[in-house]
């Protein structure tokens, strides 16, 4: 079982959901649910699983209901049909009590906007989510003080939010989040309001810390640049309903249709896919005519493969991580996966 299921999620915005939810069952689009009811689907028939320590991508133009989704995640909106479950548990038969216990202790939330409180300091801030679990004064503000310095913060314990920089404004974010050790971590939009340079940095930050941590990250971002960056497995949602889902080079190499091939069109296929994703498998039987050839990583994007094969003009051995032949790889079969 995955850690996260979301089983046939539908959303429908309206006075009237039920009715309206019977023609989305029926198969009836958004528009035509807008125009027959007046309520509007959020979401339609979304059904995803997110493995524990994963960086999940949700991304979609707006309206896609990327938002929306994240929201059924901590129950700030229930869905109008559908399960959720974390770690085997439904989410949508805790009572009150239960709901909040489950928001303070196994999730953490990073905003767009940062969502600082203004009128405490970087350390009051940092801090805010073990005060609310009752944590004693000294013992949070030692945990603060770790995810401060670890962020590259350390001095600017005793500042406002107003006397930071954006980037600076989302490292208290995303310290405050990671700060209460939450099993999983939301992050609707949240670098978006940054500056570009800024925001890759807090991409690359993000990235270090979940090399370390190992977390549930559900990241949610319009930017596909953004989402096969950072993302182990991406979905795209459009007008409610789930396009595709699959790691970052399954998107470029084998989009699902005429809209996610649109957003891949312009990508960088060099920063994207890896030497596994396009080599030629090998047998056991042929091991030993790879030994001759230059070596590369399984995991190696062909932007860092590209100088090799140019160097060396002649065909590679792909290596899993234990060094065992898998694969080769041609600097043609680079050529033509980087043209498309």
Known sequence: ????????????????????????KGGADKDEILAKTGHTVGLHDVSLTIEQGETFVVMGLSGSGKST??????????????????????????D???????????????????????????MDNVAYGLEIQGTARKKREVAASKWIARVGLAGYETKFPDQLSGGMQQRVGLTRALATDPEVLLMDEAFSALDPLIRSDMQDELMKLQAELHKTIVFITHDLDEALKIGDRIAILKDGKLVQVGRPEEIVLKPADDYVQAFTRDVNRSKVLRAKSIMAPISETEDEATTDLPAVSANARLADILPIALANGTAMTVLDSKDTPIGTLSPQQIVEALDG
Do not use: C, W
Request: glycine share 8%; charged share 20%; proline share 6%.
């Open 96 to 122: 009150i009590p239960a709901l909040n216990a489950f928001r303070r202790k196994r999730l953490g939330m990073v905003f767009q906007r940062f969502g600082l409180l203004p009128h405490r300091n970087v």
């Open 69 to 94: 989704l994240i929201r059924h995640l901590n129950r700030l909106i229930d869905p109008t049909a559908g399960s959720i479950s974390f770690g085997g548990e439904d989410i949508l038969a805790m």
């Open 1 to 24: 079982m995955s850690y996260i299921e979301i089983r046939n999620i539908f959303k429908i915005f309206g006075p009237d959901p039920k009715s309206a939810l019977e023609l989305a």
